[in-house]
T-cell receptor, first 114, second 115 residues
Protein backbone atom coordinates (compact mmCIF):
# COMPACT_ATOMS: atom_id res chain seq x y z
CA UNK A 1 0.00 0.00 0.00
CA UNK A 2 0.95 3.66 -0.20
CA UNK A 3 3.34 5.06 2.34
CA UNK A 4 3.41 8.48 3.97
CA UNK A 5 3.47 11.21 1.37
CA UNK A 6 4.58 14.81 1.77
CA UNK A 7 4.36 17.86 -0.42
CA UNK A 8 6.08 19.82 -1.70
CA UNK A 9 9.35 17.89 -1.80
CA UNK A 10 11.28 21.16 -1.94
CA UNK A 11 10.29 24.67 -0.96
CA UNK A 12 12.36 27.80 -1.32
CA UNK A 13 10.98 30.92 0.27
CA UNK A 14 12.06 34.39 1.28
CA UNK A 15 12.57 35.40 4.87
CA UNK A 16 9.35 36.68 6.37
CA UNK A 17 7.00 34.70 4.15
CA UNK A 18 4.60 32.05 5.42
CA UNK A 19 4.83 28.43 4.25
CA UNK A 20 2.56 25.40 4.47
CA UNK A 21 3.82 21.84 4.38
CA UNK A 22 1.46 18.95 3.81
CA UNK A 23 1.48 15.36 5.07
CA UNK A 24 -0.73 12.47 3.99
CA UNK A 25 -0.36 9.56 6.45
CA UNK A 26 -0.76 5.87 5.75
CA UNK A 27 -4.42 4.95 5.53
CA UNK A 28 -5.73 3.76 8.90
CA UNK A 29 -2.90 5.30 10.92
CA UNK A 30 -4.41 7.46 13.60
CA UNK A 31 -1.11 8.75 15.00
CA UNK A 32 0.79 11.42 13.08
CA UNK A 33 4.12 13.05 13.94
CA UNK A 34 6.13 15.97 12.62
CA UNK A 35 9.91 16.09 13.00
CA UNK A 36 12.57 18.49 11.80
CA UNK A 37 16.05 17.46 10.67
CA UNK A 38 18.81 19.99 10.39
CA UNK A 39 22.60 20.02 10.51
CA UNK A 40 23.81 20.37 14.04
CA UNK A 41 20.39 19.72 15.57
CA UNK A 42 19.71 16.17 14.47
CA UNK A 43 16.12 14.94 14.48
CA UNK A 44 13.83 17.12 16.57
CA UNK A 45 10.27 16.28 17.56
CA UNK A 46 7.79 19.03 16.72
CA UNK A 47 4.22 17.85 17.25
CA UNK A 48 2.14 14.68 17.64
CA UNK A 49 -1.52 13.98 16.84
CA UNK A 50 -3.48 10.95 18.02
CA UNK A 51 -7.09 10.59 16.91
CA UNK A 52 -9.31 13.26 18.43
CA UNK A 53 -7.05 13.89 21.42
CA UNK A 54 -5.41 17.25 21.98
CA UNK A 55 -2.09 17.30 20.10
CA UNK A 56 1.25 17.21 21.90
CA UNK A 57 2.80 20.50 20.83
CA UNK A 58 5.70 20.38 23.22
CA UNK A 59 8.33 20.36 20.47
CA UNK A 60 7.20 23.40 18.51
CA UNK A 61 10.14 25.86 18.68
CA UNK A 62 8.12 29.08 18.64
CA UNK A 63 4.62 30.45 18.19
CA UNK A 64 5.40 30.95 14.49
CA UNK A 65 4.93 27.20 14.10
CA UNK A 66 1.50 25.59 14.09
CA UNK A 67 -0.05 22.41 12.76
CA UNK A 68 -3.48 21.04 12.21
CA UNK A 69 -4.94 17.75 11.23
CA UNK A 70 -8.25 17.76 9.44
CA UNK A 71 -10.63 14.83 9.59
CA UNK A 72 -8.05 12.71 11.36
CA UNK A 73 -6.04 12.29 8.19
CA UNK A 74 -4.10 14.95 6.31
CA UNK A 75 -1.95 17.34 8.34
CA UNK A 76 -0.57 20.76 7.52
CA UNK A 77 2.43 22.32 9.24
CA UNK A 78 2.47 26.10 8.92
CA UNK A 79 5.45 28.32 9.57
CA UNK A 80 4.71 32.03 9.73
CA UNK A 81 7.24 34.79 9.09
CA UNK A 82 9.95 32.29 8.18
CA UNK A 83 13.50 32.84 9.38
CA UNK A 84 16.74 31.48 7.97
CA UNK A 85 17.12 29.16 10.96
CA UNK A 86 13.88 27.45 9.89
CA UNK A 87 15.76 25.95 6.93
CA UNK A 88 15.67 22.19 7.43
CA UNK A 89 14.05 19.00 6.23
CA UNK A 90 10.59 18.55 7.73
CA UNK A 91 9.62 14.93 8.15
CA UNK A 92 6.17 13.52 8.76
CA UNK A 93 5.48 10.05 10.17
CA UNK A 94 2.45 7.97 11.01
CA UNK A 95 1.64 4.87 13.02
CA UNK A 96 -1.12 2.88 14.60
CA UNK A 97 -1.94 4.06 18.14
CA UNK A 98 0.19 1.48 19.91
CA UNK A 99 3.28 2.01 17.74
CA UNK A 100 4.12 -1.69 17.93
CA UNK A 101 3.74 -2.01 14.19
CA UNK A 102 6.34 0.66 13.66
CA UNK A 103 6.44 4.36 12.93
CA UNK A 104 6.77 5.14 9.22
CA UNK A 105 8.27 8.28 7.76
CA UNK A 106 7.59 10.17 4.58
CA UNK A 107 10.31 11.46 2.23
CA UNK A 108 10.34 14.90 3.81
CA UNK A 109 10.05 18.49 2.61
CA UNK A 110 13.31 20.39 2.24
CA UNK A 111 12.68 24.01 3.24
CA UNK A 112 15.18 26.69 2.31
CA UNK A 113 14.66 30.20 3.63
CA UNK A 114 16.69 32.80 1.77
CA UNK B 1 13.05 11.21 30.55
CA UNK B 2 14.48 8.86 27.99
CA UNK B 3 17.60 9.32 25.90
CA UNK B 4 19.59 7.46 23.27
CA UNK B 5 23.35 7.33 22.77
CA UNK B 6 24.94 6.14 19.56
CA UNK B 7 28.66 5.56 19.99
CA UNK B 8 30.62 6.62 16.96
CA UNK B 9 29.29 9.25 14.59
CA UNK B 10 31.25 7.64 11.75
CA UNK B 11 31.99 3.94 11.24
CA UNK B 12 34.01 2.55 8.35
CA UNK B 13 34.10 -1.13 7.38
CA UNK B 14 35.39 -3.13 4.45
CA UNK B 15 32.96 -4.79 2.10
CA UNK B 16 32.21 -8.26 3.45
CA UNK B 17 33.16 -7.36 7.02
CA UNK B 18 30.92 -7.37 10.06
CA UNK B 19 28.87 -4.24 10.69
CA UNK B 20 28.31 -3.25 14.34
CA UNK B 21 26.53 0.00 15.18
CA UNK B 22 26.07 0.69 18.87
CA UNK B 23 23.02 2.05 20.61
CA UNK B 24 22.40 2.47 24.33
CA UNK B 25 19.28 3.90 25.89
CA UNK B 26 18.44 5.45 29.18
CA UNK B 27 14.91 4.91 30.45
CA UNK B 28 13.32 3.88 33.74
CA UNK B 29 11.24 1.30 31.86
CA UNK B 30 12.55 -0.52 28.77
CA UNK B 31 11.10 1.39 25.82
CA UNK B 32 10.15 0.38 22.32
CA UNK B 33 13.35 0.39 20.27
CA UNK B 34 13.83 1.16 16.59
CA UNK B 35 16.58 1.38 14.01
CA UNK B 36 16.13 3.56 10.94
CA UNK B 37 18.31 4.02 7.87
CA UNK B 38 18.55 7.20 5.83
CA UNK B 39 20.06 7.25 2.35
CA UNK B 40 21.18 10.60 0.92
CA UNK B 41 18.30 12.98 0.21
CA UNK B 42 15.72 10.46 1.35
CA UNK B 43 13.45 10.01 4.34
CA UNK B 44 13.90 7.54 7.18
CA UNK B 45 13.27 3.88 6.46
CA UNK B 46 12.39 1.52 9.30
CA UNK B 47 14.99 -1.27 9.48
CA UNK B 48 13.69 -3.16 12.48
CA UNK B 49 12.01 -2.75 15.84
CA UNK B 50 11.74 -4.36 19.24
CA UNK B 51 8.49 -4.06 21.11
CA UNK B 52 7.76 -7.43 22.75
CA UNK B 53 8.75 -11.07 22.42
CA UNK B 54 12.06 -12.40 21.18
CA UNK B 55 14.94 -10.10 22.00
CA UNK B 56 16.82 -10.84 18.78
CA UNK B 57 14.98 -9.16 15.96
CA UNK B 58 15.65 -9.43 12.27
CA UNK B 59 15.02 -6.62 9.86
CA UNK B 60 15.36 -5.77 6.23
CA UNK B 61 18.56 -5.97 4.18
CA UNK B 62 20.09 -8.64 6.43
CA UNK B 63 20.31 -6.47 9.54
CA UNK B 64 19.46 -7.66 13.01
CA UNK B 65 19.58 -6.25 16.53
CA UNK B 66 19.44 -7.70 20.01
CA UNK B 67 17.75 -6.07 22.96
CA UNK B 68 19.82 -6.57 26.10
CA UNK B 69 18.03 -5.22 29.14
CA UNK B 70 20.99 -5.75 31.47
CA UNK B 71 23.17 -3.62 29.23
CA UNK B 72 20.42 -1.18 28.15
CA UNK B 73 21.60 -1.78 24.61
CA UNK B 74 20.13 -2.40 21.18
CA UNK B 75 23.13 -2.76 18.88
CA UNK B 76 22.63 -3.21 15.14
CA UNK B 77 24.63 -5.85 13.28
CA UNK B 78 25.03 -7.30 9.82
CA UNK B 79 27.40 -10.23 9.18
CA UNK B 80 28.69 -9.01 5.83
CA UNK B 81 28.66 -5.40 4.69
CA UNK B 82 27.68 -4.45 1.17
CA UNK B 83 28.46 -1.24 -0.65
CA UNK B 84 24.74 -0.46 -0.74
CA UNK B 85 24.68 -0.36 3.09
CA UNK B 86 26.49 2.98 3.10
CA UNK B 87 24.03 5.37 4.73
CA UNK B 88 23.22 7.05 8.02
CA UNK B 89 21.67 4.92 10.73
CA UNK B 90 19.55 6.20 13.60
CA UNK B 91 18.56 4.42 16.78
CA UNK B 92 15.33 5.64 18.38
CA UNK B 93 13.21 4.92 21.43
CA UNK B 94 9.57 5.46 22.30
CA UNK B 95 7.95 4.93 25.70
CA UNK B 96 5.74 1.95 26.33
CA UNK B 97 2.08 2.25 27.15
CA UNK B 98 0.91 5.62 28.35
CA UNK B 99 4.35 7.13 28.83
CA UNK B 100 4.08 9.40 25.81
CA UNK B 101 4.31 8.79 22.13
CA UNK B 102 7.17 10.62 20.56
CA UNK B 103 10.32 9.04 19.21
CA UNK B 104 13.60 10.20 20.69
CA UNK B 105 16.48 9.76 18.25
CA UNK B 106 20.18 9.25 18.68
CA UNK B 107 22.56 11.52 16.83
CA UNK B 108 23.10 8.99 14.05
CA UNK B 109 26.02 6.94 12.76
CA UNK B 110 27.30 7.41 9.24
CA UNK B 111 28.36 4.04 7.84
CA UNK B 112 31.00 3.97 5.14
CA UNK B 113 31.72 0.75 3.25
CA UNK B 114 35.05 0.49 1.51
CA UNK B 115 36.27 -1.93 -1.15
Amino acid sequence: GAGVSQSPSNKVTEKGKDVELRCDPISGHTALYWYRQSLGQGLEFLIYFQGNSAPDKSGLPSDRFSAERTGGSVSTLTIQRTQQEDSAVYLCASSLPNREGGIFFGPGTRLTVL
Amino acid sequence: AQSVTQLGSHVSVSEGALVLLRCNYSSSVPPYLFWYVQYPNQGLQLLLKYTTGATLVKGINGFEAEFKKSETSFHLTKPSAHMSDAAEYFCAVSPRGGGGNKLTFGTGTQLKVEL
